[in-house]
């Protein structure tokens, strides 16, 4: 058995943080077209794109899988277009890849000829976007488009009018060959109808595969296979030994069974996380975590894939009723730099510290927001693998990448490792890890 101790898996992507231009205000470089100023029906005029009525596809050079697309957009009365997604360079944008719509269609010529899937935003043909924040014909628009995974997501002014889930539209439309790809090029899929389109910048979110070895999924029992791989356990299964046993701990804190660590989520301590004793560095950490008692029911934003909490009209957070568990695994000694453990519908493994921090750049926050939500059922055991090495993070939650070498801003260079208390109770177990 062996586990990732470097990141060896999967793809590392553009430096985060970095703004790329996909359109440079000058030439159709990142098109195909360098040091053009015309290509498939598309001007550079102005420092904007401009299609012409012979306008087609004007399509990337390269493939994308996990980004977040910005631009902004004006529609000439009436005007029809597309941006195609994954799409593999041929064929239909809107089939062989998908099309999100780019569609004047409050304009008089398609009243009671559109689809509820053919309004701008909508995802042709597989799910409609929501309507009403589009800018009359003539004015500018700021959109964002977000995929990372199975999601795609597209805010339109400042509200998100699509969130969709391709794992679902793969199950309701089992046919479309292109809502099962999950990388390609990105096009502007003309219909002859004059758009200009300016500002257009693309940062890439670094993923990983996910794992296939069983040993990424919790066992439900002790698992001391990890110490033939240079592992050590953090926690024996008879007592607390290797952590800080402060004042108020005692008869909260429980080793339990021989091989769990319970907590009933009442310590009187201070400082009522549990603290081990020694500093790390870079490392592997295996830690399997379960919930075990009640919670209240709170309201809960959605997060978009890209970190940002869904807004509806007026720029009202969305939020859901859950039951409100939490805690985290905090590394480097800093709360800051915790790896969440929650049942909000992102799913655990966010850094919610950084996550938030709207003075970081929204590449860095998106990398730091799990990918899929992996998490098991509350009352079943789930494992985590986090790996931090210098200041990026990964981690495995039950065998998915939820992150993949997301930087962690200010980290510092070593410290504690933590178990959280936010007042739940829960149980740790299998708590191994390996110094790099």
């Known amino acids: 058995m062996k586990l990732i101790t470097i990141f060896t898996l999967g793809a590392a992507m553009a430096a985060q943080g970095g703004w790329v231009e996909l359109f440079n205000g000058k030439d159709f470089a990142n098109f195909g077209g360098a040091e053009k100023t015309e290509l498939n029906g598309y001007l550079v005029k102005d420092g904007m794109i401009e299609s012409t009525p012979k306008c087609r596809n004007l399509v990337t050079e390269k493939d994308y899988a996990d980004y977040i697309l910005e631009f ?9 277009n597309g941006l195609g997604i994954h799409y593999p360079g041929t064929g239909d944008a809107a089939y ?36 009403g924040h589009m800018k009359p014909a003539g004015e500018w628009n ?10 795609v997501a597209v805010e339109l002014n400042g509200v998100c009018i699509l969130d969709a889930n391709l794992d679902e539209v793969n199950k309701s439309h089992p046919k479309h060959e292109g809502a099962k790809r999950r990388s390609g090029k990105i096009c502007f899929a003309g219909h002859g ?4 389109v300016r500002k257009m910048r693309i940062a890439e979110i670094p993923f990983g595969e996910d794992a296939a070895g069983d040993e990424y999924l919790p066992a439900g029992k002790a ?3 990890f110490l033939e791989d240079g592992y050590t356990a953090l926690f024996d299964g008879k007592s607390l030994e290797g952590w800080v046993q402060a004042d108020g701990h005692a008869g909260h804190w429980i080793p339990k069974d021989g091989w769990i660590l319970h907590y009933d989520g009442k310590s009187e301590a201070r400082d009522k996380n549990l603290w081990t004793e020694k500093e790390y560095t870079d490392f592997t950490m295996v830690c399997d975590w379960r919930w075990t008692g009640p919670a209240k029911v709170m309201g809960r934003p959605i997060l978009l894939p890209n970190g940002l909490t869904r807004t509806g009209p007026g720029g009202k957070p969305v ?23 929650w ?6 493994g966010e850094v919610y510290g950084i996550r938030n921090d709207r003075n970081q750049p929204l590449p860095i926050r998106a990398a730091l927001t799990p990918r899929v939500n992996a998490d098991m059922p ?16 990964t981690v495995y939650l039950n065998g998915k990448c939820v992150l993949f070498e997301a930087v962690l801003p200010g980290v510092k260079p070593s410290g504690r490792l933590a178990l959280q208390h936010h007042g739940n109770a829960l149980e740790f177990a299998n708590l191994y890890v390996k110094e790099l």
């Open 193 to 196: 109808d004059v758009i200009r």
């Open 96 to 131: 062989a890849g998908m099309e999100l719509q780019i569609l004047d269609g409050e304009d008089k010529k398609w009243e009671g000829k559109l689809k509820d899937y053919q309004h701008h935003g909508s995802l042709y043909s597989l799910v409609p976007a929501l309507r």
């Open 343 to 348: 049942n909000w519908p992102v799913g655990s």
């Open 72 to 80: 902004e957009f004006q529609l000439t009365p009436g005007a029809n």
């Open 142 to 151: 700021a959109q964002r488009v977000t995929v990372r995974g199975p999601r």
């Open 223 to 225: 698992d001391p296979r």
């Open 378 to 393: 509350v009352g079943e055991w789930n494992r985590f693998v986090i790996t931090v090495q210098g200041e990026k993070l």
């Open 319 to 341: 939020t859901v009723d859950i039951k409100e568990y939490d805690s985290g695994v905090f590394v480097r000694g800093a709360v800051r730099t915790q790896v969440n453990l």
